[in-house]
């Protein structure tokens, strides 16, 4: 193995990045997923509608503020912020918030899947470069070198397979384990979305916008 590195050091690096990138993404995206992003969510929207009902909104704003890197505590903050004007503005408000956030706790982990295939196809280049000159070897060697120079042709087309599975097949392991965190916090989110209007809406902290006209009902044709 480590003959066949240093002869194919030049095929082999491409590989060996992809490996190392998805090694970064991989630390970065499990920091934030399981250690930075979470939060105690019940127990701090609980918190939240408790400073809503005493009317307490600035306090129940720099309560979100003290987990400024939380996606939840950010999205709940837009909402009080929002509070005492029309509805529609409310809501509108958490939903720009919500997309935000999304976007940020599904940042990179995409790329894992790209890595992996980019590493197998790069195995792949290396399979065909390897079997190339394996029978451009035997085609131009003596009779009794063949047989070696074949061996030994596919033995280097083979271990580049290998080298890219080997890169590829962790990759999707971990973007399987990563995206259903992902999954799962956005459910989180758009649940924080829900209840934190709930929350505004039965303490009338959030009013309906004057100006709204709702569509006429058609009036109902009299049958004869």
């Known amino acids: 193995m480590i003959e066949f590195m240093m002869n194919n050091l030049g095929h082999l690096i491409p590989i060996i990045l992809c490996g190392l990138v998805a090694i970064s993404i991989f630390l970065e995206r499990t920091v934030s997923l399981y250690m930075r992003y979470p939060l105690g969510t019940a127990k701090f929207l609980e918190k939240i509608r408790s400073l809503a009902d005493q009317d307490r ?37 958490l939903l720009v918030a919500a997309g935000i956030e999304l976007d940020r706790i599904k940042a990179r982990t995409p790329y894992l899947s790209m890595i992996a295939n980019v590493s197998t196809l790069l195995g792949l280049i290396g399979t065909i470069l390897g079997l190339i000159q394996s029978f451009e070897a035997v085609s131009s060697a003596n ?82």
């Open 57 to 93: 909104l600035n306090e129940g704003i720099s309560f979100c503020e003290r987990y400024e890197n939380k996606p939840v505590a950010r999205v709940v903050k837009e909402g009080l912020m929002r509070a005492h004007q029309p509805q529609e503005i409310v809501e509108h408000g």
């Open 143 to 224: 009779p009794q070198a063949r047989s070696a120079l074949l061996a030994q042709g596919i033995s280097t087309a083979m271990n580049h397979t290998l080298w890219g599975l080997s890169v590829a097949v962790p990759c999707m392991v971990i973007f399987s384990f990563l995206m259903n965190r992902t999954n799962r916090m956005k459910s989180e989110i758009d649940r924080t979305v829900i209840r934190t209007l709930e929350i505004l809406r039965q303490r009338d902290i959030i009013v309906s916008d004057p100006d709204y006209v709702p569509p006429a009902t058609p009036a109902k044709r009299r049958v004869i």
